[in-house]
């Protein structure tokens, strides 16, 4: 693992590692400049303003507005400056761009559960290519975890029942850490693994290196099958006394209490698990809950169906790597059926 030349700062090795370090810079940059500012005048009116004489009476200090405005104004100015700056950052790192590539993420005590839309799965290791966009969609099977790659500068809590994105594009091949940052129970300290980014045609060898494995998607039609979800939804998704699902991600939903929402990965789970909190409207309450029938990488699988399920999108096809897209042509025909 390689380190920066400026000691204490992880390597820089993804597209916002240079923005945040900038920031950082700042920060300290005003930090000691105002601690030099404020120690020097300090001293500086200790020794010009010192008692010389015992009976001394200072100069009554009538005040200043002019002194007051500007010591507020620039403070307040500055300190803007630094919330501006860090809010772009944040909704830069918070917003994935659509053609990211999507990598499943599932954290459990102690290790990290890694699986890429071939099926492709590893534990504590994470490959990826250089210079693309990659997608972590991330979960817990137990306690809240925190996926971290100080390389990379991002990092970001992994919550039971509930979906977490991050992404990022790294920039140089090579090996960097991976860290749970948060504190997990008693081998929290064991939780690390390392992050290996290859060259995209070594990576795509890598990925196709062990191709015996189903994909996520393909795994989550049998799903979709041996659950009985089928019988209501129909087997390709085209809808009967349940709702059509093809095209369902990234959809606006109209609910039956009038409001309306974008189907995400957080709405389709609590569909699954708690259908009755939001209902399709025209539909009635009768789709069974399954929560505790399906873990959250069955999950993961059934969502992974259900995006495969998409209307065709001209920006998927243009992604940088149809390998690591959805195993299904993205269009409203689904999964290829293996059985
Ligand atoms: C008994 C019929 C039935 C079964 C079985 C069923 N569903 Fe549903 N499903 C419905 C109905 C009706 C709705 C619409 C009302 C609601 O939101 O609960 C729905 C809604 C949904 C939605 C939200 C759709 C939208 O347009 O917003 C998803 C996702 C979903 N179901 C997935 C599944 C999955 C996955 C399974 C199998 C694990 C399944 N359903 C099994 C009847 C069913
Ligand atoms: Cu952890």
Not at 6 to 34: E, H, K, M, N, W
Not at 175 to 201: D, K, R, W
Request: net charge neutral; charged share 15%; proline share 8%.
């Amino acid at each position: 693992m390689q380190t920066s030349w400026i000691p204490f700062i992880p390597q820089s090795a993804s597209t916002v590692s240079g923005r945040v370090d900038a920031l950082y810079f700042y920060l300290c940059g005003v930090t000691v400049f105002f601690t030099l500012l404020i120690s020097g005048v300090l001293i500086f009116f200790v020794v010009k303003y010192r008692r010389r004489s015992p009976f001394e009476i200072p100069r009554p200090i009538a005040g200043s507005h002019k002194l007051e405005t500007i010591w507020s104004v620039i403070p307040f100015l500055i300190a803007m400056s630094m919330f501006a700056w860090g809010a772009q950052i944040y909704f830069q790192n918070s917003r994935p761009p659509k053609n990211a590539a999507e990598i499943y993420v599932v954290g459990k005590q102690w290790m990290w559960k890694i699986q890429h839309s071939t099926g492709q799965r590893e534990i504590n290791e994470l490959h990826v290519p250089v210079g693309r966009k990659i997608k972590l969609i991330m979960t817990s099977e137990d306690t809240i975890h925190d996926f971290y790659i100080p390389a990379f500068r991002i990092k970001e809590d992994v919550i039971p029942g509930r979906y977490t994105t991050q992404w990022f594009e790294a920039t140089q091949p090579g090996t960097y850490h991976l860290f749970c940052a948060e504190y997990c129970g008693m081998n929290h300290s064991g939780m690390i693994g390392s992050v290996i980014v290859m060259q995209p045609t070594e990576f795509d060898n890598w990925l196709s290196g062990n191709s015996s494995q189903q994909s996520p998607a393909v795994a989550g039609q049998q799903l979709f099958q041996s659950l009985g979800c089928v019988s209501c939804h129909g087997a390709n998704g085209e809808g009967g006394r349940g709702p059509a699902l093809a095209g369902l991600f990234g959809r606006q939903v109209f609910l039956t209490n009038g409001q309306t929402l974008i189907a995400d990965e957080g709405y389709i789970r609590e569909s699954i698990e708690n259908p009755q909190a939001k209902l399709v409207s025209g539909f009635g309450p009768i789709m069974p809950t399954f929560q505790g029938q399906v873990s959250p990488e069955q999950l993961i699988e059934i969502m992974a169906f259900i995006k495969s399920l998409q209307i065709t999108n001209p920006q998927q096809t243009t992604a940088p790597n149809p390998k690591a897209q959805t195993p299904a042509a993205p269009s409203a025909t689904p999964a290829p059926n293996k059985q």
